[in-house]
Nanobody, 123 residues
Framework: QLQLVESGGGLVQAGGSLRLSCLAS????????SGWFRQAPGKEREFVAV????????YTAGSVKGRFTIARDNAKDTVFLQMNSLKPEDTAIYSC????????????????WGPGTQVTVPS
């Protein structure tokens, strides 16, 4: 089993920045793709970004492209989500996911999930 724990969430004013971290344990992290998803109150879970196991390939959702960047440090078993120019509509619980097969923008294709961290951007 791969365990994932997110950190770095919080309350930030519009236009500010946050960096989320997701620490993995239990298996060789570099073997797994890793993704970030978010879910706002009353809305479906939304894909944010994904990175390949070796960090050589990334894909970011159009809604956050140019503002959010995904990266990983396999030596530290950690994947990051740098979020800049935050907007109130970015308010959500952000969860990291790893492993699985299939469409990397679909949450159902991931095998492992963290509990999530809250990001709040007041309007």
């Amino acid at each position: 089993q791969l365990q994932l724990v997110e950190s770095g969430g919080g309350l930030v004013q519009a236009g500010g920045s946050l960096r989320l971290s997701c620490l993995a344990s239990g298996r060789t992290f570099s073997n797994y793709r890793s993704g970030w998803f978010r879910q706002a109150p009353g809305k479906e879970r939304e894909f944010v970004a994904v990175i390949s196991g070796d960090g050589g390939a990334t894909y970011t959702a159009g809604s956050v492209k140019g503002r959010f960047t995904i990266a990983r440090d396999n030596a530290k078993d950690t994947v990051f989500l740098q979020m800049n120019s935050l907007k109130p509509e970015d308010t959500a619980i952000y969860s990291c996911a790893a492993g699985g097969l299939g469409d990397s923008t679909e949450a159902r294709t991931y095998a492992y999930w963290g509990p999530g961290t809250q990001v709040t951007v007041p309007s």
